[in-house]
């Protein structure tokens, strides 16, 4: 008998990350196309330029692809990037996309007192919520960097996910003491982000890499439930050129038709409905395993 990994006997899922960060960015330092930094908190006018490409031109193209291709992706939004570009995020979920949080700023928050970090990122939910009508159930931090306690927080600010750690190629449940609490992983070496900046970058490579990754876990798809996922930013992955790739890759891995594109809260909830077929983690405090996991306080 032929075990159901996904919907409709699909072999391999598929998600799409959309990082929407233009106008949550430090005005100076944020880091973009020039190497040096500037100096003494002047506000840095060709990085922020940088930024808003992203909410100018990226993410309308992006989402245009994506409407080609016929596949939702997950949106994770700065709160600020939301504020400064409402027009944006409300476009984004009326297509159809998922609005995940992302903090009210783009800097870190692992730094943060527990409540102070929870305020951090309840912020964000309430701008998501108030501009676009969703409520997020997904969380990304800032380089995947968070406190020891985020689960526990997450849980009790409604989510039902997180993304923030690279450590497998399917989806998982840590047990909490709130109840199950999924993991969709996330993705450094098919991040956007990590062929910033643009010297070098070769179009033709990416596009390869994208298809041994999808034919290898595609191959592996036949006994076991694996995922795919793609992370892009607004203003990297939104430039003509890199789309261009993306939409070549996307046309052959459709062309499979048992893959199922997925917004990560769909992966989230298949995982806790199909919990028979999903892996459940149970792990030690964070600050003794270095992952994520529940407090010292939840494992008394």
Do not use: C
């Not at 880091?31 to 500037?38: K, L, R, S, T, W």
């Not at 405090?285 to 008394?300: D, I, K, W």
């Amino acid at each position: 008998m032929t075990r159901t990994y996904w919907p409709d006997g699909a072999r391999l899922a598929v998600s799409l990350s959309l990082m929407f960060e233009g106008g949550g960015q430090p005005i100076s330092g944020a880091g973009g196309v020039i190497p040096d930094a500037i100096k003494d908190g002047v506000p840095d006018l060709p990085t922020n330029a940088f930024f808003a490409y992203g909410h100018y031109e990226g993410i309308p193209r992006v989402l245009d692809l994506m409407d080609k291709h016929g596949i939702k992706l997950s949106s994770f939004m700065i709160g600020r990037a939301v504020e400064t570009s409402p027009d944006v995020a409300r476009e984004i979920v009326r297509r159809g996309h998922e609005a995940a949080a992302h903090g009210r700023t783009w800097e870190n928050s692992y730094q943060l007192s527990r409540e102070e970090e929870k305020k951090f990122i309840a912020d964000s939910v309430e701008t998501i919520y108030l501009v676009t009508g969703a409520q997020p159930i997904g969380w990304n931090a800032y380089w995947m960097r968070n406190s020891v306690h985020i689960l526990e927080t997450l849980q009790e600010l409604g989510f039902l996910y997180q993304i923030d750690e690279p450590s497998r190629d399917e989806p998982f449940v840590i047990p909490l003491k709130g109840g199950d609490f999924v993991t969709v992983p996330y993705t450094f070496h098919l991040n956007d982000i990590v062929s910033f900046p643009f010297e070098g970058w070769n179009p033709l490579a990416y596009e390869q890499a994208l298809k041994d990754e999808f034919d290898q876990l595609y191959e592996e798809g036949n006994l076991r439930r694996r995922m795919m996922v793609i992370s892009l930013h607004d203003r990297i992955s939104g430039h003509a050129g890199r789309v261009r790739a993306l939409d070549r890759f996307l046309t052959y891995a459709k062309s499979k038709g048992d893959v199922w594109f997925a917004r990560k809260d769909e992966i989230a909830r298949w995982a806790l409905e199909h919990r028979d077929d999903t892996p459940i983690v149970h792990r030690g405090p964070s600050s003794q395993s270095g992952l994520p996991g529940p407090t010292e306080a939840q494992q008394r």
